[in-house]
């Protein structure tokens, strides 16, 4: 059997040329096939620039959003006053008294409230601690006598004024830090280091309803002159941890506030220590300053351990 070999479109000579085909090579073969494409390739480079600086543009606009809201932020930083130790009954008799006590120093954009204390309360069915709070708020469930507030001025020389002044409601004083300043952790009166070392005491076993009155009140009855007291309390309801941390005028008076350890504020003997750094714990806590700290026994923490779980450390015969 002769075989033929085999040429090109013979196969398809076979089946036949659909239009199709005719067209599709038509169009292979028409000469303006290539400046189509070439503007076609162009429109798409041009499409793809276009949203490149689509982009660039956006991320500008972005980044100015950004920069301006951090700059009004800095603004209402520098014109915002951080109260401590509101006296409050109410949350509306409280913003009141706010507004009476310190409109003096200045016109005032806004007012708010913060570490409202409020009394235990059952929270409703499907409800959450937040919508307790707000519950517990508007019906003036409170368990504390005292809060912190913001208090934003027009013009940030009111914030200095009013630092420098300073402010006691109902014989109470209250506590009052330019935000930016203690952002910064400089007191903008006297220039110094809020969280001086050398000049700052720890002050633990504190009963959790003292205030920081009653603590000034303990130095000063001793002749010990105090900057600033900072007692930590919790977020919740604002009741005290019962330690804090107080700021001395000068550092010469640290022994005479020393001295001051085993007083007695409410039946309560107080501790009071030099305040020491925290070193190599992490990140998270460098930096803070604390009171003397017990030391942790691993050894005798296992022993108790073991005894209580009733086994028996097996001693080694001599």
């Given at each position: 059997m002769s075989s033929t070999p085999y040429e090109p479109g013979?196969?398809?000579s076979l089946f036949g040329t659909s239009d199709a085909n005719k067209v599709?090579?038509?169009?292979?073969?028409?000469?303006e096939i290539p400046a189509i494409l070439a503007t076609k390739h162009k429109r798409g480079r041009e499409k793809?620039?276009?949203d490149i600086e689509a982009k660039k543009l956006k991320k500008k606009s972005k980044?100015?959003?950004e920069k301006r809201v951090v700059e009004e932020g800095e603004s209402k930083d520098a014109r915002t006053l951080f109260v401590g130790s509101v006296p409050i009954s109410t949350p509306k008799a409280a913003l009141k008294l706010l507004k009476q006590s310190f409109q003096q120093f200045g016109p005032i954009e806004s007012l708010r409230l913060r570490s409202v204390p409020i009394a235990p309360t059952a929270i409703p069915s499907g409800g959450t601690y937040k919508t307790m709070r707000k519950v517990?708020?508007?019906?003036?469930?409170?368990e504390n006598a005292s809060c912190n507030a913001y208090i934003v001025f027009k013009q940030s020389e009111s914030v200095e004024k009013a630092v420098s002044t300073g402010m006691e409601v109902s014989g109470k004083k209250l506590r009052l830090d330019a935000v930016v300043a203690a952002r910064n952790h400089i007191n903008k009166e006297t220039d110094k280091n809020l969280f001086d070392r050398t000049r700052t005491v720890f002050i633990g076993n504190l009963p959790f309803d003292a205030t920081e009155t009653d603590v000034t009140n303990i130095f000063q009855n001793s002749d010990v002159r105090v900057e600033d007291v900072r007692l930590i309390r919790n977020r919740e309801d604002n009741t005290g941890k019962g330690f804090g941390y107080v700021l001395l005028e000068t550092a010469d008076m640290m022994d005479a506030a020393l001295a001051l350890n085993g007083e007695t504020l409410?039946?309560?003997?107080?501790?009071?220590?030099?305040?020491q750094r925290i070193k190599n714990i992490g990140a998270t806590t460098k930096g803070n300053f604390?009171?003397?700290?017990?030391v942790f026994d691993g050894k005798k923490f296992a022993s108790m351990r073991l005894k209580k779980k009733g086994i028996k450390k097996n001693k080694k015969k001599q």
């Open positions: 013979q196969l398809a599709f090579h038509n169009q292979l073969n028409d000469p793809r620039k276009e980044n100015e959003e517990s708020v508007i019906q003036n469930k409170l409410n039946k309560r003997e107080i501790r009071v220590t030099r305040c604390v009171g003397t700290k017990a």
